[in-house]
């Protein structure tokens, strides 16, 4: 990543940060002590986004314009928009936001899922926390983790695969890949152990871990511009959620204690992290 500019008004930043976006700029916003600083994440994009910060330092009025909607009848569909032209294929995209813990993972989520649907009852076994009711395997210290990458229905996987991606991903470019494992493991870990005491070793997924970077990204930016920075009506959705599932409603099972304890480790992790405060990773 590359550092545009910095500033002390927030909603200038704001306005700057949305404007970026809509060209299809991808930048984020750090803060650094009463700062706020605007990052670009890849370094081709450097000549494109000095002209349109230079445009909007210029003409102000600029970031207060709704984007322009284009019809049919007044562009011709063989003649593709500057925009358009801009814009980065979604698969090069999705790398972009993204670093090598949050593939890899992901990776081994989708090959687990093929392998589960293939010999479920070998892998159930070889992968579930315990092969008992009443002793965590600290012989075998892998299968507090392994649960993790067990999903039952595509449904399952395509969920948590896609919040470990939008939130993991976003954790790993800003903090690092060490932030992101730290926060896989100990949440992660936390999410298998209560759910086994309370409900036995036959379960698995990855949403304890998505609630604990939903947890974690939360309470690191709360009151504070950061990269990590989620929308409210996200958070309640996934709260909503979170409450649905003790009420019995939704049509699928959920692993209440995992979500719980997963949102509750990210939530603490958050506060230890943002109390040390870590150098946003710079990444070219």
Not at 117 to 122: Q, R
Not at 207 to 213: A, M, R, T, W
Not at 222 to 232: E, G, I, K, Q, S
Not at 242 to 249: D, E, I, K, R, S
Request: charged fraction near 15%.
């Amino acid at each position: 990543m590359r550092r545009l500019l910095s500033s002390k008004d927030p909603e200038w930043m704001r306005k700057l940060y949305q404007y970026l976006r809509q060209h299809g700029i991808p930048v984020s916003v750090t803060e650094k002590g009463e700062q706020l600083e605007l990052w670009l994440h890849q370094s081709s994009y450097e000549a494109l986004a000095k002209d349109l910060v230079q445009q909007c330092k210029a003409n102000p009025e600029l970031l207060d314009e709704k984007p322009q909607q284009h019809s049919a009848s007044t562009q011709d569909s063989n003649q593709p928009s500057p925009t358009s032209r801009r814009s980065t294929p979604i698969s090069l995209s999705l790398l972009a936001q993204s670093g090598w813990l949050t593939r890899i993972v992901a990776a081994l989520s989708a090959l687990i899922f093929l392998v589960l649907n293939m010999w479920p009852e070998a892998t159930l076994e070889a992968l579930k926390i315990s092969r008992f009711f009443n002793a965590l395997p600290f012989d075998q210290p892998w299968r507090f983790v392994t649960p993790v990458f067990m999903h039952f229905t595509l449904l399952h996987i395509v969920f948590n695969v896609f919040w470990w991606w939008y939130l993991g991903g976003r954790i790993e470019k800003t903090l690092g890949t060490s932030w992101l494992l730290a926060l896989f493991l100990f949440s992660g870990i936390t999410a298998n152990v209560i759910q086994y005491l309370m409900n036995g070793p036959n379960f698995g997924g990855m949403s304890g871990v998505v609630y604990g970077l939903l947890g974690f990204c939360w309470v690191y930016s709360f009151r504070r511009a950061t990269p990590l920075y989620l929308p409210p009506g996200l958070i309640v959705f996934m709260l909503l959620w979170l409450a649905l599932g003790y009420t019995g409603v939704l049509w699928v099972n959920v692993a209440n204690e995992a979500h719980l304890a997963g949102l509750l480790s990210g939530c603490l992790a958050g506060f230890v992290v943002r109390a040390l405060n870590p150098t946003p990773k710079i990444r070219y």
